[in-house]
Structure formats: structure tokens, C-alpha cells
């Protein structure tokens, strides 16, 4: 399919009267700024790497998970 290029002002204007404009968006191109992802290498004790599996087994999730969400509540919290 072939995409329909239309000026922004008659983008605006579907989009006020409440059409459907999505067939415009190029979905393909699109990013969520500041949601990159980055490797981060970082070395934990046994003792923790242990804690973390079991609430992981506990969750159903990956070690991984657990440590972003933890790392997130963390830095959520500093922010307040």
C-alpha cells in the first residue's frame, strides 16, 4: 500500500475533527526518546544474586526484570 502524503494543516485538520489519521504514521520510523535501551554491566554478591533468583522463581520473571524493577521503584522514589 501505498502511503498518502498530506500537508500538516490538513493533518491537523482530520485530526480536530476526530478522523482516524493513523494510516499517516510512519510506525516504522518511530522511537520513544529516552527509552533506549543500554547495557549496563554490573557485578552483585552471591548473596544478592541468590535473593534475586528466588523472588524471581516466586514472580515467574527473569532475574533481569526483578533488578529493573527494583532499580526503578528506587530512582521513582528519589525523585519525590
Known amino acids: 500500500m501505498k502511503k498518502k502524503y498530506i500537508t ?4 491537523d485538520a482530520k485530526f480536530d475533527t476526530g478522523e482516524d ?5 510512519d510506525l516504522e520510523q518511530a522511537v520513544r526518546p ?7 554491566s554490573v557485578d552483585f554478591p552471591a ?3 541468590q535473593q534475586l533468583d528466588q523472588i524471581a522463581r516466586r ?12 532499580i526503578s521503584e528506587k530512582l521513582k522514589e528519589e525523585e519525590l
Not at 500538516?8 to 493533518?11: D, G, K, P, V
Not at 529516552?34 to 549496563?40: A, D, I, S, T
Not at 514472580?59 to 527494583?70: A, D, N
Open 8 to 11: 500538516a494543516a490538513e493533518f
Open 21 to 25: 489519521v493513523s494510516a499517516h504514521y
Open 34 to 40: 529516552g527509552l533506549e535501551q543500554r547495557r549496563v
Open 47 to 49: 548473596w544478592m544474586v
Open 59 to 70: 514472580l515467574g520473571v527473569t532475574r533481569q526484570s526483578v533488578i529493573k524493577v527494583f
